[in-house]
């Protein structure tokens, strides 16, 4: 293992010393801690010792790369202009401030680490539609039920998690008690009078809990498009199993999985379990469908069955 985390030491500074002469141009310091995004007029903080952070937003946005989450964030958004817009497990907000939205837009940005949460807060407060985002800090679940361990990845904070059994893999761990809160519990006085919904979710195993606790805003809106991020070894580690997770989260749903043709293509799958038992992949992304969009975004198919 220690040869193995050396050579991934040794990989990152290689990255780094590559992508420097770009860094050094652009922001005049290797750890600039103002990040703007591409494609986005838009810009974010970052804590320039986290990782993720260095790699997958400044790195990236240097490299011009523009991952699919956050271009089904930002083109969803604005095709479908919701009247919710749910970012759970927003990291630094790379996504949720990547784009503007219309004065019909309430959006929710919910993330359980207290540590990032001075940075989502400083790049909301320059963000032009800062008076529509509402950043909750906690950890979504199905219910209420008061603080409960958090586990903090303090090296790359996209790993962190809920799910005890996930967390045993992180070196250098360090636990935290975060309140907990449903989406109901969130939206009460929203529910019923939304149509649209737009959401992404990615919070390393706990999403059939996060889903689990925003079935009743589910219920009452028209349409509602989903990006799930779905890891079977995290999920069994949280106690699910494919099959017990479309009976219980995902009934309802009309589910695609990326087709292998375009990143922006996707095609339509029976089930959770249909598709485990046919794909040998362990990480892939799932785009849950309710009702039907009016238009889909340019670019994106959906392939039905």
Not at 75 to 87: G, W
Request: net charge negative.
């Amino acid at each position: 293992m220690k040869i193995k985390a050396l050579g991934k030491e040794i990989e990152w500074y290689l990255r780094l010393w590559r992508l420097a002469p770009a860094l050094l141009r652009q922001y005049g310091t290797l750890k600039p801690e103002r990040v703007r995004l591409p494609r986005s007029r838009h810009a974010v903080f970052i804590d320039t010792d986290d990782r993720r952070a260095m790699k997958r937003i400044l790195l990236d946005a240097v490299r011009g790369r523009y991952p699919i989450n956050r271009r089904f964030w930002v083109d969803f958004v604005q095709a479908l202009d919701p009247e919710v817009a749910l970012d759970v497990g927003a990291n630094y907000g790379e996504c949720v401030f990547a784009t503007e939205y219309g004065e019909s837009t309430q959006v929710y940005a919910f993330e359980a680490n207290p540590a990032l949460q001075p940075y989502l807060r400083r790049s909301r407060e320059e963000h032009p539609s800062a008076h529509r985002i509402e950043l909750v800090n906690a950890l979504v679940d199905e219910r209420p039920r008061g603080s409960v361990p958090f586990y903090v990845n303090t090296q790359w904070s996209g790993g962190s998690t809920a799910v005890q059994g996930v967390a045993e893999d992180i070196a250098g761990r360090r636990e935290v008690m975060v309140e907990t809160v449903s989406v109901d519990s969130v939206l009460d006085d929203i529910i019923g009078k939304a149509a649209t919904l737009v959401f992404k979710m990615d919070i390393e195993g706990f999403e059939p809990f996060a889903l689990r606790g925003m079935e009743r805003l589910l219920d009452s809106v028209e349409t509602a498009v989903g990006f799930v991020e779905v890891d079977l070894r995290f999920l069994e580690k949280s106690g699910w199993t494919p099959e017990a997770y479309d009976e219980a989260v995902l009934d309802g749903f009309r589910l695609f999985v990326a087709d292998g043709e375009s990143e922006t293509r996707f095609r339509e799958i029976p089930s959770l379990a249909a598709h485990v038992r046919r794909d040998s992949q362990l990480h892939f992304d799932l785009l849950l469908v309710k009702g039907w969009p009016q238009r889909l975004p340019e670019g994106w198919e959906l392939v039905t069955e």
